[in-house]
């Protein structure tokens, strides 16, 4: 049914695509409008989308994120929930104005390092988040906060911490400038819409500067994506030309896209992931950021409940200093010693 953009809700799906005026492809059939899906038609003026009012899902998701935000104690709830408001006003802002305001980074980042600085188990805070979709938003987010707990590890000053924190939230940013139709980056992308992509990076870049002007934190939006054996882009830079603060959220960010829920509804292990970026340190990823998420993270693991891919439900009762992916873990009352029994894998890590 064709609707009026003035009627049109969060929520509501696409019946067919939506191209501007140009016959540009805006929106692809099927996609749920977000706000800033709205945002962007409104932008370009269309005047009537084709909407199937019967699939209306707004509601439901809505739902979905108070239930699973309900696991994570209020005082913290809130400024998660403020944190993202405010990012998602600060990515409306770059999307229709083209800049953003220096003040909504402040308050994106005040209330929620308040509440995160006092609770030092990273792993349950990240498991708590885990609930949360893998927008644009909630991703920079985990992002942020991860990069900010990498930069403490790291022995940087508080001051540091908070810059470094504030260049991961900002780091997808430039994501504001490319088409709705290819801004999450799907595997299935052509040649030509990877190419569009890609230069998220350097849009990055060029909104820091124009909103900021901090060529430190628009670095990071342009290096996010090079890797240290020169595999990234869009400069291809290896190890010793990527700024220090971009190392800190290029494994932060690493991090946050392997906990996603894949295409097929799979999803990596906590453990597995860990195992990943480990790996990743001796190659694509600079070793001193990897190393400090490694071996600060693996303490939090214990007394962590799991699930073992043999059926068992047991709990993390010891960490393996000579393999941190492999503990100690008590399953009623029989002790499994993940060091010796290889056969046995931990498939999920609960609160």
């Known amino acids: 049914m064709l609707i009026h953009i003035d009627d049109v809700k969060q929520g509501d799906r696409l019946v067919a695509d939506a191209f501007n005026h140009s016959g540009v492809p805006l929106l692809k059939q099927g996609t749920i409008l ?8 409104l932008r370009h003026r269309l005047d009537y989308v084709d909407i199937d009012h019967s699939a209306n899902v707004a509601s439901a998701t809505s739902a979905e994120a108070v239930a699973d935000l309900r696991s994570i104690p209020s005082v913290l709830r ?30 994106l980042l005040d209330p929620l390092l308040l509440d995160v600085d006092r609770k030092k188990d990273v792993v349950s805070l990240l498991l708590m988040l885990e609930g949360e979709d893998d927008h644009i938003y909630s991703h920079s987010l ?7 707990y990498i930069a403490g590890w790291l022995g940087h000053s508080e001051a540091e911490c908070y810059r470094i924190s504030r260049a991961g939230y900002l780091h997808d940013i430039g994501k504001s400038r490319l088409p709705s139709i290819i ?12 190419k569009e992509y890609r230069r998220h990076t350097q849009y990055g870049y060029d909104l820091i500067m124009e909103s900021l002007n901090d060529k430190v934190t628009a670095l990071v939006a342009l290096q996010h994506h090079e890797r240290g054996d020169g595999s990234g882009y869009p400069q291809r830079l290896y190890k010793n030309g990527i700024h220090a603060y971009t190392r800190i959220v290029s494994v932060a960010d690493e991090f946050i896209n392997m906990a996603v829920v894949n295409e097929d509804g799979s999803k990596q292990g906590l453990i597995r992931i860990l195992q990943n970026i480990y790996e990743l340190g001796f190659s694509k990823l600079h070793e001193q950021p990897v190393q400090a998420l490694i071996y600060h993270m693996s303490p939090n693991l214990v007394g962590k409940h799991v699930e073992l891919d043999n059926g068992e439900n047991g709990t993390i009762v010891l ?5 941190l992916f492999r503990p100690l873990v008590q399953c009623g009352e029989q002790f499994v010693d ?6 046995v894998n931990i498939r999920k890590v609960f609160i």
Request: net charge neutral; proline share 1%.
């Open 34 to 41: 977000s706000v800033e899906d709205i945002t962007l038609l």
């Open 78 to 107: 809130q400024s998660i929930e403020l944190s993202l408001q405010t990012y998602q006003s600060l990515f409306l802002e770059s999307l229709t104005k083209g800049k953003f305001s220096g003040d909504l980074t402040e308050r």
């Open 142 to 148: 985990k992002v942020g906060l991860l990069s900010y």
């Open 183 to 194: 801004r999450n980056g799907k595997a299935n992308m052509n040649p030509s819409e990877l």
């Open 319 to 323: 960490a393996n200093q000579t393999d």
């Open 338 to 343: 993940l060091a010796k029994q290889r056969q």
